[in-house]
């Protein structure tokens, strides 16, 4: 089961970092982009943002999962070191964007509030691990990065909510996105605590032991 959880969690964060690469390479219009008003789609600092927030938080995804590989780690520390340099850069330029474009979240007020909140806690938690592993704090950027990845992984949760809420929920896609503007990133910090939560339990047994 645990090797199985991994391969899912690399599937997703691998098929969803390259999710942008559509917006690039085709008209993408006829979807997410269909309940914009037109003057928003002619905006081209809106326009630059978004693209920008695609592109950076796919990358983000797609070097973000290597940092929990302790094989990885062990093999090639260097390289290690050099993702999480990159992932952290994509995450700011990418969450900088999401705080811009959360102002004009299809559904107002409330999906401004749920996106800017996201892109706020993705940024705090990101700088605070940077922060730790440049204090040698291992632990505590162990912990920050476990809850920025969980935030990361909102662009997959986020894809998950939406046809399961169109299939299985009684309302329209607004009203709906206005639940999954929150629904895509506050249960994924629940797991991240609980994941800490054991690692620091595992953690605390093996000294005992020891």
Known sequence: MKYLGWILFILFATVIGFYPALYWTTDMHAGFLSTKPESLLRNNFWHSAFYTH?????????????????????????FHRWLGKLYVLSVFVSGLAALYIAFYATGGLISSLGFGGLAIAWLSATFLAYQNIRRR????????????????FAAVTLRLWIPLFQILAPFDFVTSYKII?????????????????????????RDIIN
């Open 54 to 78: 695609l592109t950076f938080g796919g990358l983000s995804l797609l070097t973000g999962w290597s940092q929990f590989s302790e094989w990885m780690r062990r093999k090639n520390i260097g």
């Open 137 to 152: 704090n291992i632990e505590n950027h162990h912990a920050w990065m476990i809850r920025s990845y969980a935030l990361t």
């Open 181 to 205: 503007a929150w629904l895509c990133w506050i249960p994924n910090l629940v797991i991240a605590e609980w994941i800490i939560n054991v690692r620091s339990i595992g953690a605390s047994n």
